[in-house]
């Protein structure tokens, strides 16, 4: 059967090339046509410029239907002399930019060439050429703009031949193929009917012209009115780097071979048209790149029917074909004697229709070989048929499948190779006698062998050979190896024997190999030669050579080249991951340098350092000593208007309401006067601190602790994101500028933070300022420039800055000594420049009058008031609760006499007030939620605007519940809570502790889980505006702890979000991927946590339900509870003295019973984890078991009673490593500590003199597909861990390493001794 | 070790009528399905090129999964997914791996199940040692470490396949072992088969 395309006579049209050049220039005269670098041409520009071209060749005698040869380097230059040309009537004939000048001329002679165009700076390589040069810069010259110009002649009609393009040639000739104006002009219309470029589009222009796929990408271009952006020499073959640069240039249109689409390491977002062509496709890249928003297409054609002949659209989960034909053109299958074929028959493929060429220039017998009359023919475009020589078969949906080559024409590395034009060459080489080239797999991987017989006496030398070859072919077509043999193997007919020739032992040598390969520059490419020499040997190491595809590589010489790499020490963590994701032997040295231990030799790792005892005792009797005070300040706040309310209850006649006004005034005064108090103690304590380094656990190091301990007494979160926020810390010694929003911030040493007019500061930003590295505490300051954007969960050190209008994007980490230039935007962990901020496009700033900013801040101070009484409110109906039964019943409690027993008395009475507490605090938030705020809708709204307000009252919500309702986070009831304040969650969806939501804007499917610490869709706020956009979470994805997911995130079904990852770009998330790190990569596969019974995962049982809930019920009642019977049995024992007027007594008592309470609450917690869980070891436990749930219990209990109360305080003590110990750590000497996040403690080890920096952890522990795993973490002597790292179980990390801030360890990860190593996921660290 | 799985020797080059009319029929059909697994053994013509003898494979695949659905090769609906080919529609409960090693390609089948198989030429590695440390789970790596000198090549072909074996079951792409690692691999049951002389096969269900 002849498969036809679509009829469309519209398409033949008497036209030429120079016709749809002019027409589009006169239809868009100021549209951009190219852009190259910094210049670019309209359309008018490029038409004008190809007139002058045109008539100056003219001048020089040029004529229609000469063929003239086109060489010049990428550029507008080239583009304007191909229009030149075939301005002038002639066709062209086009050359690479290294196509060997011999070759030049060859095709030059065959073709009748009456000249070359090129420019001035390859004139000195055409010295000694035989025909006519003309650069292209003289031509312009000699017809300047404004006089008049010569036209093409009238001979010049749409037959007239277009362009010619060589092709490799069997006879030992590269063979030219002309096609004419009318072919080349029906093909652009007829393939981008299918294609559909439009003038809107952003093309991407990277072939050479010498290959015929740049008339989809030029020629199409000019047709549709499109600009064409022409890529720069270094980055065509960059795969790494052309993602980068397909966005940043706003690409929207890539025309490609699919081995360089496949080796890009990510999606490209704003691409909506891929079309492949040239070799064949691998499946793979189809389910990778074809999605809903973008299409695939994959086109078929030889040269000689003018660039494509059908088309195929590609369609994930659809077998790839070449598709069926394009309009006008036609496709059919055939036998040896050309009878038809019908579908799923294999033959030979023929093309037909208006693209069909002539024939080849000069090769009559060539000619009327492939190009034969049509038996089939319809019309007169269909009288000749062109043999591909391809096999082919129809499938059952009419589409053509394509099989590979029928003669002897083989592809190397995507080239149509004749072997014979090769042997051609050879055999004319001085020496050579006869010469054969065959295609044969060495070393796992198809390569040319060249087999020559000499002359006479001496064979000559495969190295003189290969650079007399190199100079006359072009790279493909030059042979890997040479192999002299005494005699060729030779069939009966005389031909050479090809498969005799393949199975002939070859005497390559490595030597012969060295001088073939690249010469290894430096330490990385030196170790990598030396160790593929040894696993491949006699091949060509070259640094372009893709270790699977070009070496033949397979995962077990993967594994080999990284046992030999790793050792030599100084490339000790290079991983086979490294392998596979790098590919190039370029790449990979590129990584291995980059991996480089700087380790002397012979030194292990660095000196480790031990603070002296006497030093490290001294400072802990110090913080010892101001624990009390510190302790019973941060319980003064919820104690006082405790007792208060009980001082003023009690007796006959006492009115409850005075009672409740003088609580909540008490209650209010402890808050505001705690802001005061740590304002006056940090300047009375430490001064204006300096930056510098201090001796851990010295006098500075003693002044700043304190300073930083005080000023986490304040209930900072009422302030985040207001304008009061930058009032406190300009107070605590902060340079904050005009018109700031700060949201929930951290900052270490408030004295060197400068931050500049305008900023705006994301939520959860840590700016840690004060680390301790080394036995050194180090203090640096950090400035941020007039409007710049520090993103939610950005960390910063000291020593780091950002410039006017800088940004670092969100879970980004700005390292100390690193510095965001003015106007860019930093992104990753390290963060790196990722692209230029849009400045120009902002929307100004509203603008905001001092009496509106005094309004404003007044608005604040009384909403944080109003929020903080709403919240304290549901103590009461407890209280009252209490003191109902207690009066009824238990009146004979005597706390005096017997305190434990009182207390037990009230911890069961506190148990259903504490429900009434916990109930009473939702339903506060419920009220305020949808009684008080509007529904928050998508858009960009004013930060000093009603909207802006009204969010920010949101989350005052979700952080002044968080004291009663801590314990709801990671049970079964938050889902519930976040439906009550707005959010859309489906069925069977866990979520822990999810930070920045904002509840009108989040979406979650069933069957997600959300880990801890996510931040969860937080609003962007960017000179003075608020961005909402709603974030969506798909059905069965999961987002691991730490993660970010940016507000605008669509994440579809069954997507995994590593820990401390970010969410990639929309368009880059496909259902099933799992993404890790900052910039977030792919995984090929990720672990399948299965065997477990799916009633213990997704599908629990109804008792399990139920046991699940009654234990997480008491898990969120029972902490409130103790707290409730603490102050009850602390009222019973001070109020007799309150009542004797003892005030200065009951203070003390106070004091000394909210110490008390915050030791007692952490030995209750080290009793219970002890006695509910005994020794966590490491296994696999299934959600919905009552390990699970008892070990939550057990941490959510650490996490809202033992740190809050007391550990909190110990942070940066000598005293919370043996505090640690007590829970089952395994802590040595001199651990300096400076957090508390840790779970399964028996299966944290930390070596001596470790330091472990503000927020970090080790994570024991992961929930995937709702199993808990627990393993062990090994952090080894004298380790520095950076600020907010994560160590994930299993994972190792060496004596004397350091991680930078925002490191993420992945599972069984070793980090080498005494190496530095940043990012997420970790990679040496390379300053 | 899982039961016995019997490695079917393929005539080589494979006739497609005469291959689906014997093993259709025969001992294929048979051995999938009373155990709905099934190991070919495809003998590739010498110095076969790599893409020949995927093509090979590939062509094979087609006319054996033909025989066992009853569908001509060419109505085989098998497509290239990521990690190999893969069938879709309703034959996609049938699962495929491929292996290939110097003279062979080792073709498996199995029904409704996760597969892995790999096949490994026995070969001297100067550094089998660090290799086995790096790559093999303890188990393997103990058998390598502490076999007599003249056994290690034969031990760590084993152990490798098995951990590629099983790797490929699970989708995991190749990495150093961990701890964890260990864990996982150990998700996947190996079966016990047939050998050719000079390899290692292994099979992971």
Redesign the interface.
């Given at each position: 059967m002849v498969l036809r395309g679509p009829h469309r006579p519209d398409f033949l049209l008497n036209e030429t090339l120079p016709d749809i050049l002019e027409a589009t220039a006169a239809r868009l005269p100021d549209k951009t046509a190219l852009e190259f670098g910094e210049h670019a041409l309209s359309y008018a520009q490029l038409n004008a410029l190809a007139d002058r071209v045109a008539s100056a060749l003219i001048g020089l005698g040029v004529r229609s239907g000469q063929r003239l040869g086109l060489w010049l380097p990428r550029g507008l230059d080239l583009l304007v002399a191909q229009a030149g040309i075939s301005k002038a009537g002639a066709a062209w004939l086009p050359f690479d930019a290294d196509t060997p000048v011999a070759r030049i001329e060859v095709c030059l002679d065959d073709a009748g060439s009456p000249g070359l165009l090129t420019c001035r700076a390859l004139l000195p390589l055409l010295e000694a050429f035989a025909r006519p040069v003309w650069a292209l810069e003289d031509l312009l010259e000699a017809a300047p703009a404004g006089e008049p110009l010569a036209r093409r002649d009238a001979d010049f009609t749409p037959d007239s031949p277009a362009y010619v393009i060589y092709t490799s040639g069997s006879t030992g000739k590269p063979k030219g193929i002309e096609v004419s104006q009318r072919s080349i002009t029906h093909f652009l219309r007829s393939e981008n009917a299918v294609l559909g470029v439009r003038a809107e589009d952003r093309v991407y222009q990277g072939f050479s012209v010498a290959f015929d796929m740049s008339f989809e990408e030029i020629w199409i271009s000019y047709l549709a009115g499109a600009t064409l952006w022409l890529a720069p020499r270094h980055v065509v073959g960059d795969p790494h780097a052309l993602p980068e640069v397909l966005e940043t240039n706003r690409i929207s249109v890539l025309h490609a071979v699919p081995t360089l689409l496949a080796l890009f390491p990510r999606d490209v977002a704003g691409l909506r048209l891929i079309n492949l062509g040239g070799e064949m496709c691998?499946?793979?890249l189809v389910?990778?790149w074809a999605t809903p928003q973008r299409q695939l297409f994959n086109t078929y054609g030889p040269t000689e029917a003018t660039v494509s002949a059908s088309l195929a659209e590609l369609h994930r989960?659809?077998?790839?074909t070449i598709g069926k034909p394009l309009p006008n053109y036609g496709l059919l299958v055939v036998d040896g004697e050309l009878n038809q074929l019908p579908p799923?028959e294999t033959g030979e493929l023929c093309i037909i229709g208006p693209g069909v060429a002539q024939g080849y220039l000069g090769r009559p017998d060539l000619t009327a070989e492939k190009f034969v009359p049509n038996p089939y023919a319809v019309g007169e475009h269909e009288a000749r048929l062109y043999h591909t020589g391809d096999l082919a078969?129809i499938?059952?949906s009419g589409n053509v499948q394509c099989l590979?080559r029928v003669d002897d024409q083989v592809k190397i590395r995507g080239f149509r190779v004749e072997l014979g034009e090769i042997e051609a060459v050879l055999a004319k080489e001085p020496g050579v006698g006869t010469a054969a080239v065959v295609?044969?797999?060495l070393g796992?991987?198809?390569q040319l062998v060249a087999c020559y017989v000499a002359e006479t006496g001496a064979a000559p030398k495969a190295a003189g050979l290969r650079m007399s070859l190199a100079a006359q072919l072009p790279p493909y077509m030059v042979p890997a190896h040479f192999e002299a043999a005494q005699v060729l193997p030779r069939l009966t007919s005389g031909k050479v024997d090809r498969k005799a020739l393949?199975?002939l032992p070859l005497m390559v040598t490595i030597t012969a190999a060295e001088g073939e390969s690249d010469i290894p520059e430096g330490n990385a490419e030196e170790a990598l030669f030396e160790a593929l020499g040894?696993l491949f040997p006699g091949q060509a190491l070259l640094r372009g050579a893709d270790f699977f595809g070009d070496l033949?590589g397979h995962?077990?010489l993967?594994?080999?080249l990284?046992?030999?790499l790793?050792?030599d020490p100084r490339f000790a963590s290079v991983?086979?991951?490294d392998i596979?994701c790098e590919r190039s032997l370029g790449a990979i040295a590129t990584v291995l340098a980059q991996k480089e231990l700087s380790v002397p030799e012979g030194e292990v790792a660095p000196e480790i350092v031990e603070t002296p005892r006497l030093r490290r005792v001294l400072c802990s009797l110090a913080q010892a000593a101001t624990l009390p005070p510190l302790v019973c300040l941060k319980m003064a706040q919820w104690l006082s208007p405790f007792f208060t309310y009980h001082y003023f209850t009690g007796d006959e006649g006492d009115s409850m309401w005075r009672a409740i006004l003088a609580a909540l005034l008490v209650y209010l005064l402890a808050n505001l006067g705690s802001f005061l108090f740590a304002i006056v103690a940090k300047w009375l304590v430490l001064g204006r601190a300096q930056a510098g380094r201090y001796p851990l656990w010295g006098v500075m190091y003693f002044r700043w602790w304190l300073a930083d301990r005080i000023a986490e007494v304040p209930p900072r979160h009422l302030l985040s994101g207001s304008s009061l926020n930058a009032l406190y810390l300009r107070a605590l010694g902060a340079k904050i500028g005009r018109d700031t929003i700060i949201g929930a911030l951290s900052i270490r040493a408030p004295d060197l933070l400068c931050i500049g007019d305008g900023v705006s500061i994301g939520s959860s930003v840590n700016l840690e300022n004060a680390r301790v590295e080394r036995g050194e505490l180090v203090l640096g300051p950090i400035n941020i420039g007039n409007e710049a954007v520090v993103d939610s969960y950005a960390v910063m050190e000291g020593d780091s800055a950002i410039g006017d209008y800088g940004q670092l994007g969100g879970l980004s980490s700005l390292a100390a000594g690193q510095q965001v230039p003015a106007g860019e935007v930093w992104e990753g962990a390290p963060s790196r420049f990722s692209r230029r901020a849009e400045i120009a496009s902002r929307r100004p700033r509203p603008h905001v009058s001092a009496n509106r900013a005094a309004w404003e801040a007044l608005f604040y101070f009384f909403g944080a008031g109003l929020v903080a009484v709403v919240f304290f409110l549901p103590v009461f109906p407890s209280f009252i609760l209490i003191d109902w039964l207690d009066v009824r019943w238990l009146k004979e409690v005597d706390a005096m006499r017997s305190p434990l027993n009182a207390f037990f008395t009230y911890l069961l009475l506190s148990i259903p007030a504490s429900a009434v507490l916990v109930l009473a605090t939702v339903l506060a938030s419920a009220g305020f939620r949808w009684l008080v705020l509007p529904r928050l809708k998508a858009g960009s709204w004013p930060v000093h605007g009603r909207v802006y307000f009204s969010k920010w009252l949101g989350n005052q919500i979700q952080e002044a519940s968080l004291f009663v309702l801590h314990g709801l986070y990671a049970t079964v009831y938050a889902p519930w809570w976040y439906r009550l304040l707005g959010a859309r969650v489906g069925r069977g969806t866990e979520i822990s502790t999810a930070l920045g939501v904002v509840p009108d804007m989040l979406t979650i499917g069933a069957d997600s889980f959300v880990a801890d610490g996510v931040m969860l869709g937080d609003e962007r706020i960017e000179g003075g505006w608020m961005h909402l956009r709603p974030t969506l979470i798909g059905d069965r994805s999961f987002l691991g702890n730490g993660a970010f997911v940016p507000d605008g995130s669509v994440l579809p079904d069954d997507v995994l979000i590593g820990v401390q990852s970010r969410v990639p770009e929309n368009a880059r998330m496909h259902s099933g991927d799992t993404w890790v790190g900052n910039p977030p990569i792919i995984?090929?596969?990720r672990?399948?946590f299965?065997?477990f019974d799916p009633a213990l995962t997704f599908h629990p049982s109804l008792p399990r339900r139920l046991s699940r809930g009654l234990v997480e019920g008491l898990r969120i009642v029972m902490p409130m509870a103790v707290v409730i019977a603490v102050g009850y049995l602390t009222v019973a024992l001070v109020m007799p003295l309150a009542a004797a007027g003892r005030f200065v007594d009951t203070a003390l008592a106070l004091a000394l019973a909210g110490f008390l309470y915050g030791a007692g609450s952490f030995l209750f917690v080290v009793l219970i984890k002890w006695l509910v869980i005994g020794r966590y070891r490491?296994r696999?436990a299934p959600m919905w078991t009552p390990f699970v749930w008892a070990s939550e219990a057990v941490t959510n209990l650490y996490e809202s009673i033992a740190v809050p109360n007391f550990v909190d305080f110990l942070r940066g003590t000598p005293m919370l490593p043996p505090c640690m110990r007590l829970l089952g750590c395994k802590t040595g000497k001199g651990v300096y500590m400076d957090t508390t996040f840790v779970t399964e403690f028996d299966c944290v080890n930390i070596g001596d003199y470790a330091a472990l920096n503000g927020w970090c952890g080790p994570q024991t522990h992961l929930f995937e597909d709702r199993i808990m795993k627990i393993?062990a973490v090994h952090i080894g002597r004298g380790v520095t861990v950076g600020p907010r790292s994560i160590i994930l179980?299993?994972a190792r990390v060496g004596d004397g390493a350091s991680l930078g801030p925002l490191t993420l360890v992945l599972?069984?990860?070793?980090i080498p001794p005494g190496s530095r190593w940043t990012g997420s996921p970790a990679e040496p660290w390379v300053n | 070790m899982g039961e016995l799985s019997p490695v079917i020797l393929l005539p080589s080059p494979p006739p497609s009528t005469a291959l689906r009319q014997r093993w259709g029929e025969g001992s294929l059909l048979r051995a999938f399905h009373d155990r709905g697994l099934a190991l070919l053994l495809l003998p590739l013509p010498?110095?076969?090129?790599?893409?020949a003898a995927r093509?090979l494979a590939r062509q094979v695949l087609r006319e054996v999964i033909g025989g066992l659905l009853a569908l001509?090769a060419?109505?085989v609906p098998?497509?290239?997914?990521?990690?190999g080919p893969v069938l879709?529609g309703a034959a996609r409960d049938i699962r495929i791996s491929l292996s290939y090693a110097g003279g062979w390609a080792l073709i498996g089948l199995a029904e409704g199940r996760a597969l892995g198989v790999d096949l490994?030429r026995i070969e001297r590695?100067?550094?089998v040692e660090?290799?086995a440390r790096?790559?093999l789970p303890s188990a393997s790596r103990h058998a390598v470490l502490d076999a007599p000198a003249g056994m290690r090549d034969a031990r760590f072909a084993q152990g490798?396949a098995e951990m590629?074996a099983r790797s490929k079951c699970?989708?995991?792409?190749?990495?150093?072992i961990?701890?964890?690692?260990e864990?996982?691999l150990e998700?996947c049951e190996l079966m016990a088969c047939g050998q050719v002389e000079g390899y290692r096969i292994a099979v992971a269900v």
């Open positions: 691998p499946q793979a389910e990778r989960g659809e077998p790839v799923g078969r499938d059952a590979g295609i044969r797999e796992g991987v198809e393949r199975l040894h033949g995962s077990l993967a594994a080999r990284v046992s030999l790793r050792a991983t086979v991951h596979y995984l090929p596969a672990e399948q299965e065997g490491p696999s393993g179980y299993s599972k069984g990860e070793d | 010498a110095e076969s090129l790599r893409a093509r001509p060419e109505a098998l497509i290239e997914g990521p990690q879709e490994v590695l100067p550094e660090a290799l790096l790559y490798w590629e699970l989708g995991l792409p190749l990495a150093e961990s701890a964890e690692r864990l996982i998700r």
